[in-house]
Structure formats: structure tokens, C-alpha cells
């Protein structure tokens, strides 16, 4: 066991003493405060932290909760592969990032069931954590490509999708989660694209909108990134990894979700990557390279 262990061990054993249980010397059953009905088991490697730990198993003892054990045994480790960085102890950030996970989704409703119907697509309609695709939802109203003016003359509109991909939609208990993909060069873009995707009527009225991007300078090793979970807690940073972890570069991704009154813990990730993925492909960007 390295030193750097040792004293993170002994600073968690101070600070959440009822939250920390020694099986082995390099295995520890871990609580997960303020969720501490959640419990874990991490395992550190030798030469940790030069080396990364691993979940070994999640265990929920509130069953009313409804949590998938095995996938939060796979969330958990997503979380835990983007917050280590190699040479720094990684527990205590780690239960900063499990806190955004966990945390209560708060009560902002939009009313209206649907969110989001788009010509041509189909709706995921999730039961129970299992995605049922249904017939291709019913065709909205094609938008309007330009307005009349008072002089009767035609002044073209600017569309809000233009240059977009979009996913399939997928509903899950009043809530509804929509992803957004297009190649960006530059931060500029970036911002102007998000204001762009804004002004659409109904992701206007969207409960979050949660973004990340990676840009790569052709002409220098430079890479510029960043994300914003726009109040969903944690969202960014996913969408981030999942940028890396799919090696795109010069993309800009989005997941729109429109809140319906009803907490979904965190199987509500997996609908935000699920979203991001199919964006991402359908938009053929995940071969992009700097």
C-alpha cells in the first residue's frame, strides 16, 4: 500500500468515518455520503495513485429506490475512468461527482407531454429501463420557411436545426431526452450554434441543455473543450468523456431534456448517452480528426 493510500484512507476515515470499511489492504467498502443507503467496492492497485482503481460491485440496501445494480456498477466506473487523473488520489473528487449523480432532480415540470416530435423520426419509448421503438411517431406540422411582412414580400427564417444531426427520441416516465450533433472549428461556432439551436420553440421551453465540445487545432497540438450540464448535475462531464472515449474531434454535442415531474435517478445518463451516441453517428462525426 503507497503512502498517497494510506493518507486518503485516513483522511476518509476521519471526515465520513461510518462510510468506509477495510476488507482487504487494497479493498475497501465504500458509502457514498449524503446517499449512504448506495455502497461500493473499490479496489486500489499497488502503485495507486500512479495506477487507476476499479468498481468491483454496487449494492443498493433501499430497495423502494428501483436502482439497476449492475448498471450503476457501469456508471459508477465511467465516473470514476474520467475523474481520475494518474498521480492524484481520486476518492474524495470521486464523491463529488457521485453526489451530482445521485443528487434529487429537483420538481421544474414542463406540462406538455410532447416534447419533441420531428418529421421522420421515431420515438424510443422506454419501459421498465427496456427500449421499445415504436411505429414512427405521427408526422408534425412541417415549420413555416419564411414569414409574410406587412408588404406581402417573403423574409426567409432562419431554421434552428439547420446543420444539426438529431437522435431518436426516447420518453421515459414524463421525461423526454432528445440529442444534438454538428461539426464545430472553433469556439465561436460553438456559441453561435448553441444560441442558434435555442431559439427552436420547443427546446426554448426545455427543462436542461446539455453540451460539451472538442476542438482540435489542425496547425498546432492545441485542443480546446469544455461542457455545461445546465443544471443537470454531472451531465457535462459525461458528455465530455463520452466525446473522448468515442474519439471525435471538432463536434459539438448536445442532450435536450424536458423534465415531467417524475425522478428517474440515474438511468437518466443512459438516456443522455444513448442520445449523444446516436447524434453523434447518425451525424457521421465520430471520425472526425483534428
Not at 494518474?86 to 415540470?109: A, C, H, R, S
Not at 411505429?135 to 446543420?163: F, I, M, N, Y
Not at 415531474?261 to 453517428?281: K, M, Q, S, T, Y
Request: proline share 3%.
Amino acid at each position: 500500500m503507497s503512502d498517497d493510500l494510506k493518507d486518503e484512507i485516513s483522511a476518509i476515515e476521519a471526515i465520513y468515518p461510518d462510510c468506509i470499511q477495510k476488507i482487504t489492504p487494497l479493498i475497501y467498502k465504500l458509502r457514498v455520503p449524503q446517499h449512504e443507503h448506495i455502497i461500493f467496492k473499490m479496489s486500489f492497485p499497488f502503485k495507486y495513485p500512479a495506477e487507476k482503481p476499479s468498481i468491483l460491485d454496487v449494492t443498493c440496501e433501499d430497495r423502494t429506490e428501483g436502482y439497476d445494480e449492475r448498471y450503476l456498477r457501469k456508471l459508477f466506473q465511467e465516473v470514476l475512468d474520467s475523474t481520475f487523473q494518474q498521480g492524484v488520489v481520486v476518492v474524495f473528487d470521486f464523491f463529488t461527482e457521485l453526489d451530482g449523480i445521485l443528487y434529487n432532480e429537483g420538481d421544474e415540470e414542463v406540462a406538455n407531454e410532447d416534447h419533441w416530435e420531428e418529421e421522420g423520426q421515431k420515438e424510443a419509448v422506454v419501459d421498465s429501463g427496456t427500449y421499445i421503438y415504436s411505429e414512427e411517431a405521427e408526422k408534425a406540422k412541417a415549420r413555416s420557411k419564411a414569414k409574410t411582412t406587412a408588404k406581402g414580400k417573403l423574409v426567409a427564417k432562419v431554421d434552428p436545426l439547420a446543420g444539426w444531426s438529431v437522435s431518436e427520441v426516447i420518453k421515459d416516465r414524463k421525461s423526454t431526452f432528445v440529442g444534438f450533433a454538428r461539426e464545430v472549428h472553433s469556439v465561436e461556432e460553438v456559441n453561435k450554434a448553441i444560441d442558434d439551436l435555442s431559439q427552436d420553440s420547443k427546446i426554448a421551453k426545455a427543462t436542461h441543455m446539455m453540451r460539451a465540445y472538442r476542438i482540435g487545432d489542425a496547425n498546432s497540438s492545441a485542443v480546446y473543450e469544455d461542457c455545461d450540464d445546465d443544471g443537470e448535475a454531472a451531465s457535462g462531464s459525461r458528455l465530455l468523456h463520452l466525446l473522448s472515449l468515442m474519439d471525435a474531434w471538432n463536434v459539438l454535442v448536445v442532450v435536450v431534456r424536458w423534465f415531467g415531474g417524475v425522478h428517474l435517478g440515474p438511468v437518466r445518463f443512459r438516456h443522455i448517452n444513448e442520445c449523444a451516441r446516436d447524434a453523434l453517428v447518425k451525424g457521421e462525426l465520430v471520425e472526425k480528426r483534428r
